[in-house]
């Protein structure tokens, strides 16, 4: 671990106890040592994970040789092999030289009609057990995800926000664009009536080509939305617009500040109304990011998760090369700038960084896609991995519902569990040596999946 791991005590007062005293400490060695031995664990029907490291998505410390027991499809028992014995019977899992952390949860995602299964199965290979769809579920995408939540189809946990709202004219298109305040509330209740988890706005000029929603109709969807109890999650790139957005009533953003940097004020007020942030810097970067390095073209996982005809734009040299060349790129190289000191800024304040990768947009591939967006919060905005783990579990679960069952590994909690086969702490690239995956107390089969044929 890097010295900023080991500072988390300091940093997160607000999530963690303070350090016991040593005096402290030494009374509860002597009440430990008088203490009786732990009782055996009937381990008939469990699975046990003996001797891993335990990094548990909180921002805890990791736990060496954890003992972690599954019943069902719940987490019975989790720590250290001194406080829970290994239970005679059931199976039983040698981790010894490997970590163990939670499934990983990706809050932003956008899925295409008609390729979900091949998505989802894709996510489900690199860990994602948990998603949320953010704005584009045109087609039969929300009747498979009706049939994912039903079991009927495998798939990661899903949140929803069905269609998500921009202006009329504006970015991206096919999207709700309404009008006046009254048809924009008119909307909200009737995405209210279809059971979405949140609400999602773009509120963006993409690059100056389109217009924004109007302030007036954003303070409508977030009034609206308040009084269904449905939250609101927006697409910001402004400042300006992430003050006006607080003002009615949001709390949650994907993506950041990319057009200035900001000052104590805004770090005070994110922090005072409890924003969050999940960047998408691996997104961000994507225009540019495999022009770079054509090496990706030879990931078997970026591959697998990259629609035939755009992976096929990217082998081409010359696009690769209009990529580096084009206006847009080197405005976004400016924005990308901005948006990684901001979130190395909101991070060293204790505002709630999370992950988001927009998989399915750009060129980011499901299931690679949330392990690079792990790799570029701490490779270009400064996380620790630590934190990035924290990003993409207990910090993401909190985001989607109050008291989340998942995202940390914990008893009582959902049996989501990723088994690595190298320390994510000494290189964040290692949440993608995957040794196997527990989605609700049962081990996955992974494989890639081919891309549907028409």
Request: glycine share 8%; net charge negative; hydrophobic share 45%.
């Amino acid at each position: 671990m890097t010295e900023k791991d080991t500072d988390w005590v300091r940093r997160r007062p607000r999530r963690h106890p303070a350090p016991l005293r040593p005096l402290a400490v030494a009374s509860l060695v002597a009440l430990a040592a008088c203490a009786p031995s732990q009782p055996a664990i009937d381990g008939a029907g469990t699975i046990t994970i003996a001797g891993a490291t335990l990094i548990d998505g909180t921002g805890a410390p990791p736990v060496e040789d954890a003992v972690v027991i599954v019943r069902g499809d719940r987490i019975e028992h989790a720590g250290s092999r001194a406080d829970v014995p290994v239970p005679e019977g059931g199976e039983v899992v040698d981790g010894t030289g490997k970590f163990l952390i939670p499934g990983l949860v990706d809050l932003h995602n956008h899925y295409r009609d008609g390729l979900e299964k091949w998505s989802w199965a894709l996510q489900l290979h690199a860990g994602v057990l948990t998603v949320r769809s953010l704005g584009s579920d045109h087609g039969q995408t929300p009747a498979m995800i009706g049939e994912a939540r039903a079991g009927n189809v495998p798939a990661p946990r899903i949140f929803t926000a069905g269609v998500g709202f921009t202006h009329p004219e504006g970015f991206p298109p096919g999207k709700l664009g309404p009008a006046t305040e009254e048809e924009a509330r008119e909307m909200v209740r009737e995405l209210a009536s279809q059971e979405v988890d949140l609400i999602k706005m773009w509120v963006d000029t993409f690059l100056d080509t389109r217009p924004k929603i109007e302030p007036e109709i954003r303070a409508a969807i977030a009034d609206e939305a308040a009084q269904h109890g449905i939250p609101v999650a927006a697409h910001v790139f402004f400042e300006n617009d992430v003050w006006q957005l607080v003002d009615a009533g949001v709390r949650f953003f994907v993506h950041g500040v990319r057009d200035q940097e900001v000052d104590d004020e805004f770090v005070a007020m994110a922090l005072e109304k409890g924003l969050s942030f999940a960047p998408a810097l691996g997104q961000a970067k994507t225009f540019w990011w495999v022009a770079e390095h054509p090496e990706l073209l030879d990931d078997e996982e970026f591959r697998a998760g990259i629609q035939p005809p755009a992976f096929e734009r990217l082998l081409d040299p010359e696009n690769r090369a209009a990529m580096l060349e084009s206006e847009s790129t080197a405005r976004r190289r400016v924005a990308y700038d901005y948006v990684t000191r901001f979130v190395r800024r909101m991070d060293e304040a204790d505002v709630t960084i999370t992950l988001g990768s927009d998989s399915g947009a750009g060129n980011i591939a499901y299931g690679w896609g949330t392990h690079h967006e792990l790799e570029t919060l701490v490779e270009d905005a400064g996380l620790t991995p630590l934190e990035a783990l924290a990003a993409a579990g207990a910090a993401a679960a909190s985001e989607v519902t109050d008291d989340p069952d998942f995202g940390s590994v914990a008893e009582g909690n959902a049996a989501d569990l990723v088994l690595l086969s190298a320390d994510p702490l000494a290189n964040i690239r290692n949440t993608r040596r995957i040794d196997r995956v527990m989605q609700a107390g049962v081990w996955l089969e992974r494989g890639l999946p081919e891309f549907p044929q028409p």
